[in-house]
């Protein structure tokens, strides 16, 4: 089945850094989510990706959908105690009826 | 307007046994999806109900089923429970098949 390798893993910065993780996939995806759940919850939606190349922001979040539609990242600047949690980047396919999830990006902001 | 809704919160079932878990949509979307999450992993797809019919299903065996109603809320049913069944289920609804996927904020499953 499809995978999403999503990196990396775990990051601990300092209160003001910049962030940048990714996802890549073996398959084409028609749309790339990026999500954040933190503990308790259930993910909240960042940002939604349609066109292979579209870069989009919201507020200090900006994501890309790749040029091969197999990759996308996120970047966050200037971050902030609670920007803290899991981010995951999903991929959706023409069927549209699935979401396929990266294992998840955990970050950590020490103020 | 009101975001989606999941119950209970907690359960705690012994292995065997059978669980039922209860999803409302938002407002004004049609479709609803399952999702599995381990502790420490992404959610998993279990399977999708779109106008009361089911639209899709990922890799989960039959004693895993579904039900969604006229108003568009829905059930997850998990017969036999195991205590690999352990997790976080998840309810997402979109809007329609093709649109973005919004979720609850879960249910705590714990099988002993």
């Known amino acids: 089945g499809q995978q999403l390798n999503q990196s990396p893993q775990s990051m601990f910065i300092q209160e003001g850094e910049d962030v940048s993780m990714n996802c890549t996939s073996s398959s084409i995806f028609n749309t790339w989510l990026w999500y954040k759940q933190e503990p308790g919850e259930g993910p909240v939606l960042l940002i939604a990706?349609?066109?292979?190349?579209e870069l989009t922001s919201n507020g200090r979040l900006t994501a890309q959908f790749g040029i091969t539609r197999k990759d996308s990242f996120l970047n966050i600047s200037a971050s902030i105690p609670s920007d803290v949690g899991i981010y995951f980047c999903?991929?959706?396919?023409?069927?549209?009826?699935?979401?396929?999830f990266g294992g998840g990006t955990r970050l950590m902001v020490k103020p | 307007e009101t975001g989606v809704t999941q119950s209970p919160t907690h359960l705690i079932k012994t292995r065997g046994q059978q669980v039922t878990l209860r999803c409302s949509s938002q407002s004004g979307h049609n479709t609803v999806s399952w999702y599995q999450q381990a502790l420490g992993q992404g959610p998993q797809f279990i399977f999708q109900y779109y106008r009361e019919e089911e639209n899709g299903r990922g890799n989960f065996p039959p004693r895993f089923s579904g039900l969604q109603f006229p108003n568009y809320s829905s059930e997850l049913n998990v017969n036999a429970l195991e205590l690999d069944d352990s997790a976080l289920y998840l309810c997402?609804?979109?809007?329609?098949?093709?649109?973005?996927?919004?979720f609850g904020p879960g249910t705590r499953l714990t099988v002993t």
């Open positions: 999903a991929g959706q396919d023409n069927a549209g009826n699935m979401l396929t």
């Open positions: 997402a609804s979109s809007l329609g098949l093709m649109d973005e996927q919004y």
């Open positions: 990706l349609y066109k292979a190349g």
